[in-house]
C-alpha cells in the first residue's frame, strides 16, 4: 500500500511539473507575439513531458544501482531532448522535412532494443550502442540522399547533429557495461 501511494505521489509531481512548465509559454504569449503555441502544441508537448515523467519515474524504480539510473536516466534525457527538438525546428535543414522523420526510427530501435534486453544490464548496454549506431545510419542515408542541400542544412550540420545525439547513448551504454561487470563479478563471488 506504501509503494502504491509513494507512486501516486510520484505521478502527481510529474502532472504538477508538466503544468508548471507548459505555463512558461502560455504567460509568454500574454506578453509577446514571438511564442504563439496553439492547442496543439500545448497537447503534444505536455504528452511529451508528463510521459517521459511517468517513464522516469517507472524506470528508476527497477535498479537500487545509482550507474544503471543514471545510464537510465541519460537515455531518457537524450531522447526526450532529441523529440523536442526534431518537432521544435527539425534536425535536418531548417524546418520540417521529410528526413527529419527518419529519427523516429531510432526511437523504435531503442524501445525494441530495451524490450529485447529485458532491462538486464547486458542487454541495455547492446540497445545503447545499437541506438547510438542508429544516428551512423541515419548519417549516410542524409548524405546518400543529399540532404544536406536543404535550405538551413550542411554537412557539418547533419554530422554534428548525429554525433550529440548519438554520444549520450555511448556513455549510456558504457555505465550500463559498468553495472554488467559488477554483476558478474558478483554472481563470481557468491559461486
Not at 4 to 11: A, D, L, V, W
Not at 149 to 170: D, H, K, L, Q, R
Amino acid at each position: 500500500m506504501e509503494k502504491q501511494s509513494t507512486y501516486s505521489r510520484s505521478i502527481l509531481g510529474v502532472a504538477l511539473v508538466t503544468l508548471l512548465i507548459l505555463s512558461i509559454p502560455l504567460v509568454a504569449m500574454q506578453f509577446t507575439d514571438e511564442v504563439n503555441w496553439g492547442v496543439g502544441d500545448f497537447i503534444i508537448m505536455g504528452a511529451l513531458l508528463f510521459g517521459t515523467g511517468v517513464l522516469f519515474v517507472l524506470v528508476m524504480r527497477l535498479s537500487s544501482n545509482i550507474a544503471y539510473k543514471t545510464a537510465v536516466g541519460l537515455a531518457i534525457g537524450a531522447t526526450f531532448f532529441m523529440v523536442y527538438v526534431n518537432l521544435a525546428v527539425g534536425l535536418i535543414g531548417g524546418g520540417p522535412h521529410a528526413g527529419n522523420l527518419m529519427y523516429a526510427g531510432v526511437i523504435l530501435v531503442l524501445i525494441v532494443g530495451i524490450y529485447l534486453s529485458r532491462f538486464t544490464a547486458a542487454g541495455m548496454e547492446r540497445a545503447m550502442y545499437l541506438t547510438a549506431g542508429t544516428f551512423a545510419v541515419l548519417t549516410a542515408i542524409a548524405f546518400l540522399t543529399k540532404m544536406y542541400e536543404y535550405p538551413g542544412s550542411s554537412v557539418m550540420e547533419i554530422v554534428g547533429v548525429n554525433v550529440f545525439f548519438a554520444t549520450p547513448f555511448v556513455v549510456s551504454g558504457l555505465l550500463f557495461r559498468y553495472v554488467a561487470l559488477e554483476q558478474a563479478k558478483k554472481n563470481e563471488k557468491a559461486a
